[in-house]
């Protein structure tokens, strides 16, 4: 049981919504995952995006744990809690100029770059400041993630990545740069993967590209093969960690590293998914024809992912825990939108107005999509060692 009773009696006192996270699952999780990528030396870069709460980024900051950041905001917030900048890499596919000249007057370790005119921009930037961009170019692998079609982004038609056909042009066009210092080469084809053959199809297509780059004289320092590590949704108390040994074990064995070669890896999702759960009150039950609903304090506006992307949540009654009757929900939240649903056909113990309910696996990309609509506030947040 994940909510131990001792807890659960604090949680029910404290004003909800919150979200809360659990310090110690949080910290549990960095050592296996830090542990398990010894075995390859791999280096650890977490993407703030999932969340970037400041009392988590001090706690991978004393990790010695780098950061994967996709904004000016997110590297400031990274170097404000402690990690260094010699471990902060920026990605995203629409880096503005502010942002560039920022990122590079910190001397960020890398910029992962996404397209031929992105890199001309750096370019003059960098000519500017009389200084060479360290960047890794970002290649779109063509790997299938076999994810949810809104978060798989390693196919040809995203948006995302440089195009392997066109690396040619992209190679023919850093000769001309000369403010740029191509150290490494960046892949990241998904989220939420829990089908680790996607990832020995991305070291087979690495291998072949690094192939192709040395008949061409182009050595490269750094390989980052991205996040998406999927973590278990269904069944999160026996998936509390993910299996970062199965993950780092087959870049082991399929990817044909150069000895000279450091390897990124940028983990979002599978470090803070589990600690973190959104707490919520009920606040009415109704009926509609055979269908009970549940209405609670909490909506899309506190978690998007259910309304978003279809996402599954465990919700857990845990003022009932051992109730022995049991019926199915429809979890809904207050919001005027219909996919306002944290889950339907919830097996729950029977539920009365004022119960408190657990929303499991909300520590990534829940918080961090908060927002105000409704003007419903934004939810609280508490954590274990705090409460
Ligand atoms: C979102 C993202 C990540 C993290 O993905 P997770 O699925 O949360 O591990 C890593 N790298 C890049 C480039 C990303 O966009």
Redesign the pocket.
Known sequence: MFFQNSIIEKLKKLPTPYYYYDVDVFELTIQKALQASKTINGHI?Y?L??NHQDRLLQILAKYKIGA?C?SKGEIEKAIKNGISVNNIVF??VGKTDEEILYALKEKIFCL?VESIQELEVINDIANNLNTKAPIAL?INPNVDAYTHKF?T?GLTDNK?GINASDLNLVLDKLKQLKNIQLIGL?F?I????TDLSSFKNLCLKINELQRYLEEKNIEVTHLNL?????INYMHPDEGLVPDFEAYFKVFYEFLERRHFQQLHF??????V?QCGSLITKVLYQKQSGNKHFLIVDSGMNHLIRPALYEAYHKIENISKYQHPDQQLYDVCGPICESTDCFGKNVLLPITQRGDILAIRSAG??GEVMASDYNLRGLPNVYFSDEV
């Open positions: 870069h993407a995006k999932a994967d996709v990605a995203g992962n970002r978060i982004t995302f960046h990241h998904g989220s939420q993967i991205g996040g998406g590590l999927g940028e983990l979002g999702r599978s470090l998914a990534a990309y």
